[in-house]
């Protein structure tokens, strides 16, 4: 399962999140029920606004969440970004008010797969075809802080 996505579940309460690491576990309980599996949008009216545009500079590729950007405040924020790559799972953890974008020290072209989870519409998940390259509309991946 190294070079997979893990299960990600959610408890319909509290919101608490938790990533599967073992899948032979028994079920998961949250606030006395059942944890329910988030499996993951794919198609959407929401996902210009989940999209991840990618772009690779220097040996460094960022991914940014929305093709204007994405909210990220106290109430609406996106939490991670993750990639598979080479046979690993990088994962970026983001605070609001941070800006919903991470930067990884891995070639574009070993990215399979990517996924970001947004507090209020979840698990969003892309494979590497469907991840936006997009330099020309990535300005913000080059600007210096």
Same mark, same amino acid.
């Not at 772009?55 to 991670?80: C, F, M, P």
């Given at each position: 399962m190294h070079n997979e996505e893990r299960r990600i579940c959610k408890c319909s309460l509290c919101d608490t999140v938790v990533e599967v690491l073992d899948p032979c576990g028994p079920e998961l309980i949250c606030c006395g029920r059942q944890m329910e599996d988030v499996t993951g949008h794919?198609?959407? &009216? %929401?996902?210009? /606004?989940? *999209?991840?545009?990618?772009?690779?500079? +220097?040996?460094?590729?960022?991914?940014?969440?929305?093709?204007?950007?994405?909210?990220?405040?106290?109430?609406?924020?996106?939490?991670?970004?993750?990639?598979?790559?080479?046979?690993?799972?990088?994962?970026?953890?983001?605070?609001? &008010? %941070?800006?919903? /974008?991470? *930067?990884?020290?891995?070639?574009?072209? +070993?990215?399979?797969?990517?996924?970001?989870?947004?507090?209020?519409?979840?698990?969003?998940?892309f494979s590497a075809q469907t991840m936006r390259r997009t330099p020309e509309l990535a300005p913000w991946a080059h600007a210096q802080p």
């Open positions: 794919a198609g959407s &009216p %929401q996902r210009e /606004k989940h *999209s991840l545009l990618m772009d690779e500079h +220097d040996g460094q590729t960022t991914l940014r969440v929305g093709i204007n950007g994405h909210e990220n405040s106290e109430k609406h924020y996106i939490a991670w970004i993750e990639v598979l790559a080479d046979g690993k799972c990088l994962r970026q953890y983001i605070t609001p &008010p %941070q800006e919903a /974008k991470a *930067s990884f020290q891995i070639a574009a072209a +070993d990215i399979s797969a990517g996924r970001c989870y947004c507090n209020i519409h979840g698990l969003w998940r």
